[in-house]
């Protein structure tokens, strides 16, 4: 059922929704207890820009595995999708109480940022190096970045320039020099 739902989302990234339907639901017909398939019909449905039937989806497999990390994280991004922000944060905010996951908080904390709820998104931020002590190079710098975001906007330039430098080569790298030679009273 994983292979033939991975087929389906394959044919859909390439816009053959037929082949992935056809795909998806031979899926469905193996396994149709499993949130997995559904979300990769969600997927599917959002290539097709049908987010109401994706977000219905989602939230089906949620129901079939409450809590169900991939499944919460599909349905905050399909409730952005459909502008229902406070449901998103709400949902991811429950998620981070009872998941010990990272990811959900790295997602909550992306979109606290978005939303200039630097304070908030801070404290978050903060949960997710605890829980994910072996992190990879990449998600380490991403973290980097989101810690100096907020730090900046909370009025902690010295942690901004430190996470900056931690960030990776690139933007970060020259926002890192930039503050650093600042004068203080520049904003």
């Known amino acids: ?8 989302v394959l ?3 390439f816009r053959d929704f037929a ?3 056809r795909a998806l639901d031979a899926a469905e017909a193996l396994a149709p207890e499993s949130p997995w398939v559904l979300l990769e019909r969600a997927e599917v449905l959002g290539y097709e820009d049908r987010h109401d039937e994706a977000l219905a ?3 089906r497999s949620l129901a079939m595995r409450p809590w169900y990390r991939p499944g919460v994280q599909s349905t905050a991004h399909l409730l952005t999708m459909l502008n229902r922000d406070e449901e998103a944060l709400e949902l991811l905010r429950g998620a981070a109480e009872v998941l010990e996951s990272g ?12 939303r200039m709820r630097y304070a908030e998104a ?8 605890a829980l994910c002590p072996l992190m990879e190079k990449r998600y380490a710098e991403a973290l980097s970045a989101q810690r100096s975001d907020a730090a900046y906007h909370c009025g902690d330039e010295a942690a901004a320039v430190d996470f900056a430098r931690q960030a990776g080569k690139g933007f970060y790298e020259k926002l890192a020099e930039r503050l650093a030679a600042a004068p203080p009273e520049a904003k």
């Open 1 to 8: 059922a994983d292979w033939l739902a991975l087929e389906g």
């Open 11 to 13: 044919a859909g990234m």
């Open 19 to 21: 082949a992935a339907d």
């Open 57 to 59: 989806a989602s939230q």
């Open 103 to 114: 990811d959900i908080l790295f997602q909550l904390s992306g979109m606290l940022l978005e």
């Open 122 to 129: 801070r404290e978050v931020i903060e949960r997710i190096p």
